[in-house]
């Protein structure tokens, strides 16, 4: 037989060989976990809750006072102010480096995943301004798997988070400056447009038959440049206004469409627009369409920016940013495309040959991407 | 309103309108859920039961933080401490336990050495994390300080064959079945040679080990003389390490296709060792293959469900009741979004399960279940692990992955009749 020293046999009793020989078989399971929501506004005024489990608290705070197993709704009334002292003991909340003074103001009965939670709500008061830290030693020196989940909502936006025994706090990162984001924005608008080929192509057919108009059978040109301007004016803005409001209120959670509806959607619009160019009688359809169209296409770029920046802070710098971005990128496209609409009007290939053709071209793209994005 | 314009109101509103509406039915379907709890309450009668304490009292709980104080200076009390809340995390459904126990271990684990014992026992609770590169990394620090820890050996074993690495779980099962321990170095071999070509063998040796095995497997003197694993010196194996073979005999037969004899075999062995989560959700597995659901449904009533136990519940149910979505599958979403938000990837195998049997939509729900099952059989290789692994593959018919396991198995000569059958029904035809 194998020698064992004294303590070792100790530990051998306590495990015995299943647990070990098992133990990589046993189902991994979730340890305790706490959830802190805190939220403080501009005036420096603090409120939120922490839940906590009952089990976890019960290691720390008496709350089986008769010792039969069971914690009863009136021992938990009675170990309050343990829980109230333990709390402000282990919980820190900052502002502007200078902590906040908050107190728990009520304890109810919850529960997560199943099982009994408490949740303690508390209120209090922070500085005026400045960023915002939390620092929290609960449970993490006695249960090396806790973890405490945050939810935190502040004037500059909302952030999650978790901390953890090796990482107990966390701080608000210093956000730029809003000309800054703002900027960097533009930049993405611009960039979002030029390098997305669907938007252009999308352009392309509303900007076709601008320099024409349309007789009962077939296109003729314009007649004078302030005509094809009128129209291309009216064209862009009633695009350029519908996909405004859907960007917006898609990146302010108003409304929120699946990219999985709306990239086939882009894809059938630009179908759509391309192949109505091949009707004149159907040009009466285009301002409409190019409103609606335009709705949709803004919630494409809200998908857009969504992808760029989970939109905390800054909302209207960052929205403002890069809806200049995509009509910066929009007129560049216009500035270079009309000149040579203007200049090609007058040549009856164009409205009957080359206008068609390319927008049967564009047409067939759309039916590409529209396969690709249903597939 | 002039004309035009109105009509640019009109199609506006319109197409405004389809957006909504089919941005409502997305959010309708989608069912997203979150890990914001109950509505928190005031109980109105003071003697409403809060929370029942597991273990019935709480008087293991008084004085814990004094003994947590005097075990940073005690490696023997630590020893104890960390063991019994393990052994208590175990019995109990606690998972927090593990917690408190690694609490105990982390300062002696921070020092230049440590004793073997404690390592030992962290090892075991970063398995349970699925930390097996680390657990292996402390298992290895324990044989070099004690060589003759047959703890210590099982247990490098033991994740070496989890993961899949069986070449480096064999020389630790040879030293175990060397130095005396005949039974579990018996059981250790037998899941070696099961996953290396020689299936028919290990059930014959684990068959013969448990009809009386007096002259041992390897006719190498008589059993029950080890460290552990047995009662008492002279005694038979303790019931929980027969469930342990049990259990291992039971996958044997499964991968041979022996659906009733590993019923009853893991019957016997959650009869044997009824804390036991791993032996209850195998039998559970089996009892669905074999679609006695209700059976199924009655082995996982437990009182503290982990993940496993209500992924199972759910797949049992919505085959009883066609149609109807389970109970239990908003709790077990519930719980897989509360350990994605603590940042841990540990439910890998139960992830990947739930995407291949409740598939939310067709190809990117296929996708994201075959990345799941590639990313769970990156981690650990079990029978049930290598099954999702290659039925992620047939559904999806991914070339690179379906090349990724068959040059594994023909590697490893590793052998499941499940898989063997998959991948043929997966071929192009």
Avoid at chain 1, 235 to 258: D, K, M
Avoid at chain 2, 138 to 149: E, K
Avoid at chain 2, 246 to 251: N, Y
Avoid at chain 2, 381 to 403: K, N, Q, S, Y
């Amino acid at each position: 037989m194998t020698r064992v020293s004294g303590w070792f046999a100790c530990v051998a009793a306590a495990l015995c060989a299943f647990c070990i020989l098992g133990a990589p078989k046993a189902e991994s399971h979730e340890s305790s976990t706490s959830y802190l929501k805190l939220g403080v506004r501009a005036d420096g005024s603090l409120d939120g809750s922490l839940d906590v489990g009952v089990l976890d608290l019960s290691w720390s705070v008496p709350l089986d006072a008769d010792g039969d197993g069971r914690v009863l709704w009136k021992e938990v009334e009675a170990a309050q102010p343990g829980i109230a002292a333990l709390v402000a003991d282990k919980l820190i909340v900052e502002r502007g480096d200078r902590r906040c003074t908050f107190h728990v103001t009520d304890v109810l009965v919850t529960r997560h995943v199943g099982e009994p939670y408490l949740s303690l709500s508390f209120a209090g008061r922070c500085e005026a301004a400045g960023l915002l830290g939390i620092r929290s030693d609960l449970f993490f020196g006695e249960d090396s798997g806790h973890r405490t989940l945050f939810d935190v909502r502040s004037p500059s936006g909302t952030m999650a988070g978790f901390l953890m025994v090796s990482v107990r706090e966390w701080k608000e990162s210093q956000a730029p400056h809003p000309w800054t984001t703002f900027a960097a924005f533009v930049v993405q608008g611009i960039w979002h447009v030029w390098t997305g080929y669907d938007h252009l192509a999308f352009l392309l057919s509303l900007l076709l038959p601008c320099a024409l108009t349309a007789g009962r059978a077939a296109w003729r040109p314009a007649e004078g440049l302030q005509v094809v301007l009128r129209d291309l004016l009216r064209i862009i803005t009633a695009f350029t206004v519908a996909h405004s409001i859907t960007l917006g209120l898609a990146t302010l959670h108003v409304v929120s469409v699946s990219a999985r509806i709306i990239e086939p959607l882009i894809a059938a619009t630009i179908i759509i627009a391309a192949l109505l160019n091949l009707f004149p009688r159907a040009a009466r359809l285009r301002l409409p369409l190019a409103f609606s169209f335009g709705l949709i296409h803004g919630f494409g770029f809200a998908l857009a920016l969504s992808e760029l920046a989970p939109v905390r802070g800054q909302i209207v710098a960052l929205l403002a940013g890069f809806n200049i971005g995509v009509e910066l990128a929009q007129l560049s496209v216009v500035l270079l495309v009309a000149p040579v609409l203007v200049l090609l009007r007058q040549s009856a290939v164009y409205a009957t040959r080359l206008m068609p053709a390319a927008s049967a071209a564009v047409a067939a793209a759309g039916f590409i991407w529209l396969g690709a994005r249903l597939g | 309103m002039n004309k035009p314009v109105r009509r640019v109101v009109r199609g506006g509103v319109a197409t405004l309108l389809v957006v909504a509406a089919s941005a409502l039915a997305v959010s309708a379907t989608a069912g997203a859920s979150t890990a914001g709890g109950a509505t928190p309450f005031r109980p109105t009668d003071p003697g409403f039961v809060v929370a029942e304490l597991p273990g019935g009292s709480s008087r293991a709980r008084d004085g814990s933080a004094r003994q947590l104080e005097l075990s940073r200076s005690d490696p023997q009390l630590a020893a104890q401490l960390a063991g019994a809340l393990l052994e208590q995390a175990r019995l109990s459904a606690q998972p927090q336990l593990y917690g408190r126990a690694e609490s105990v271990l982390a300062p002696w684990i921070a020092r230049p050495t440590v004793p073997a014992p404690l390592l030992i026992l962290e090892a075991n609770i970063l398995q349970q994390r699925h930390e097996f590169a680390a657990a292996i990394a402390l298992a290895d620090r324990a044989i070099a300080q004690d060589p003759r820890s047959g703890q210590a050996r099982l247990m490098r074993a033991n994740v070496h064959i989890v993961t899949g690495d069986y070449e480096h779980a064999r020389p630790d099962c040879a030293w175990l079945l060397g130095s005396g321990e005949q039974w579990t170095g018996s059981v250790c071999i037998a899941q070696v040679l099961g996953s290396t070509g020689q299936l028919e063998r290990a059930r014959a040796l684990l068959e013969r080990l448990m009809a009386g095995g007096a002259a041992g497997p390897f006719g190498q003197g008589q059993i029950g003389q080890g460290q552990f694993g047995q009662g008492q010196i002279g005694q038979g194996p303790t019931d929980d390490v027969l469930a342990w073979t049990l259990s291992v005999r039971a996958d044997l037969a499964l991968r041979a296709g022996a659906l009733p004899e590993a019923q009853d075999m893991l019957t016997h062995a959650v009869a044997l060792a009824p804390a036991s989560d791993y032996t209850r959700l195998a039998l559970a597995d089996v009892l669905i293959a074999r679609n006695q659901l209700a059976a199924a449904v009655n082995i996982l009533g437990t009182a503290r469900p982990s993940v496993g136990v209500l992924l199972r519940r759910a797949i049992a149910q919505s085959r009883t009741d066609a149609g109807h979505t389970p109970d239990s599958l908003a709790e077990l979403e519930e719980r897989l979004n509360v350990s994605a938000q603590r940042g841990e990837r540990t439910h890998l195998r139960e992830e990947a399960r739930l995407a291949l049997e409740f598939p939310h939509d067709a190809a990117d729900g296929r996708q994201s279940a075959l990345a799941l099952a590639r990313d769970n059989f990156n981690v650990q290789r079990e029978t049930e692990d290598i099954r999702l692994f290659a039925r992620a593959v047939v559904v999806t018919r991914d070339p690179a992955a379906l090349a990724t396991l068959k040059e594994w198995l023909q590697h490893s000569h590793y052998e499941d009749i499940v898989v063997a059958q998959l991948l043929r029904s997966g071929q192009p035809s």
